[in-house]
């Protein structure tokens, strides 16, 4: 009777592969608020539409010259004085740490009108050059840096797993000694200076960018997943596999391919982050998507120089890059800790 007890115990304690990734991501609080805040950037972004007509009540392309570059509707009265701050404190007396009295109270006041405002009237971080209102050129935004960030974790991932698995399952042959020859060839190439000459002359859309660098980006993770392939290929169910004349395919996507999986999710993950990052930079040097798409880099792009006068067109774009990345990276780093078997809690 006991024994029955003991097998009913067991059996209610065993748990899946899958279960047990799942029961360590949701008892990770810093990687569910990760999670919560990319699907936040994600949900707002997928909705940009609805939320410019319904929410904020501007369009991203439509501008208006006679609002250009003004700060957010609801530091009209506060941002004169802000800069008055920041005067007193380029002088000898040092900063008038005073005026912030005013600056809360104004910006109170303000905010009061802005949530009491009709749709359209109120500019909640300010317009840019054009005139336009930042906030939805923002929203707008993350849907053309996010799919760029997708589709480069894409082609990256395609290219550095395929390349990976058949250089490491043919280590030291003339297979490997190509496959190394092209991705030392890659590597060596500035990526920075290459990516800016292409783009120059192609010119291309958000898929064209992402094609670029992916192309361009997939070497590093070539290389992980080839180390990672020096000690699966001679372990025992893959020596058994070649004597029983399984084909080189079958085993590596049935035997090689699994046992790398979770170091090809996470590298996935971060490959968006840097994806994201890349196209901001290239956008930044006016190099990347161009006007008049949003996008997070060339809003950063058309900021240039305005920064002491229109600090809003920097911290917009800058905002929503730093918690989209940071998201990422914290669910990189959560998963990373969750797909190892090794770690317990």
């Known amino acids: 009777m006991s024994s029955r007890a003991d097998a009913g115990d067991l059996q209610t304690k065993q748990q899946t592969y899958a279960g047990a990734v799942f029961t360590k991501i949701y008892r990770d609080k810093i990687t569910v608020f990760a999670l919560l805040l990319l699907a936040f950037v994600i949900g707002i972004s997928v909705g940009a539409p609805w939320i410019g007509d319904n929410v904020l009540g501007f369009s991203p392309t439509k501008t208006n010259l006679r609002m250009r570059s003004k700060p957010p509707t609801w530091a009209n009265e506060a941002w004169p004085i802000f800069q008055e701050f920041t005067r ?23 905010l009061r009108g802005c949530f009491g405002s009709g749709l359209g009237d109120c500019h909640w971080m300010g317009t840019d050059d054009a005139g336009r209102d930042v906030l939805t050129r923002a929203v707008y935004g993350g849907r053309i840096s996010l799919r760029i960030g997708l589709w480069v974790a894409t082609i990256s991932m395609t290219l550095g797993v395929a390349m990976g698995l058949v250089s490491g399952y043919y280590a030291t ?8 020859a092209i ?23 958000p898929e064209g960018l992402a094609l670029l660098i992916g192309i361009f980006g997939w070497m590093g993770l070539s290389r992980l997943v080839r180390g990672q392939i020096f000690s699966i290929r001679e372990r025992e169910y893959i020596i058994a596999s070649q004597a029983i ?67 809003w ?33």
């Open 88 to 110: 007193t404190c380029n002088s000898d007396a040092g900063c008038d740490w005073s005026k912030w009295g005013a600056i809360f109270s104004a910006s109170r006041t303000g």
């Open 173 to 180: 042959t003339w297979i490997d000694d190509i496959i190394n």
């Open 183 to 205: 991705i030392m060839t890659l590597g060596s190439i500035p990526l920075l200076f290459l990516l800016i000459i292409l783009s120059r002359i192609f010119q291309p859309g």
């Open 245 to 311: 004349g399984a084909p080189p395919l079958r085993i590596l996507a049935r035997h090689v391919l699994p046992n790398v999986s979770s170091i090809i999710i996470v590298s996935a993950i971060f490959g968006v982050a840097g994806a994201i990052i890349a196209e901001a930079g290239l956008s930044y040097l006016g190099v990347g998507i161009g006007p008049p798409l949003p996008s997070w880099g060339n809003m950063m792009q058309g900021s240039l120089g305005n920064f002491q006068n229109a600090p």
């Open 313 to 345: 067109l920097v911290i917009t774009p800058g905002l929503f890059i730093f918690m989209t990345t940071l998201a990422i990276y914290l669910i990189g780093d959560g998963l990373r800790d969750a797909l190892d078997p090794w770690i317990r809690q």
